[in-house]
């Protein structure tokens, strides 16, 4: 069992960044790929962003590509959302998952945090 608990969302103004953190336990971090997802108010949760396990593979949403970047760490069992030029459309629970195969864009992770608020404010 893999648990995941996400970190640093808040309340931005438009143009601000942020960065959100993701801590995994309960299992090799190194075998997990990782992935960011987010759900606005009355929307369906929608894939943000994937890491591969090494880290040298990655993938976004076109909305954010440029403007978001996801890492890891796999010494210290955390994957990171660094958030730039934000807008209010991004304002939505933000979720950390990990998946025991491969980077994926799909909702099919293994394992998801309990989300984190980011509102930005126009």
């Known amino acids: 069992q893999v648990q995941l608990v996400e970190s640093g969302g808040g309340l931005v103004q438009a143009g601000d960044s942020l960065r959100l953190s993701c801590a995994a336990s309960?299992?090799?971090?190194?075998?997990?790929?990782m992935g960011w997802f987010r759900q606005a108010p009355g929307k369906e949760r929608q894939f943000v962003a994937a890491?591969?396990?090494?880290?040298?593979?990655?993938s976004y949403t076109n909305s954010v590509r440029g403007r978001f970047t996801i890492s890891r760490d796999n010494a210290k069992n955390m994957v990171y959302l660094q958030m730039s030029s934000l807008k209010p459309e991004d304002t939505a629970v933000y979720y950390c998952a990990a998946d025991r195969s491969f980077i994926r864009t799909n909702e099919n992770y293994d394992y998801w945090g309990q989300g984190t608020q980011v509102t930005v404010s126009s």
């Open positions: 890491i591969s396990r090494s880290g040298g593979s990655t």
């Open positions: 309960g299992s090799t971090f190194s075998g997990l790929a």
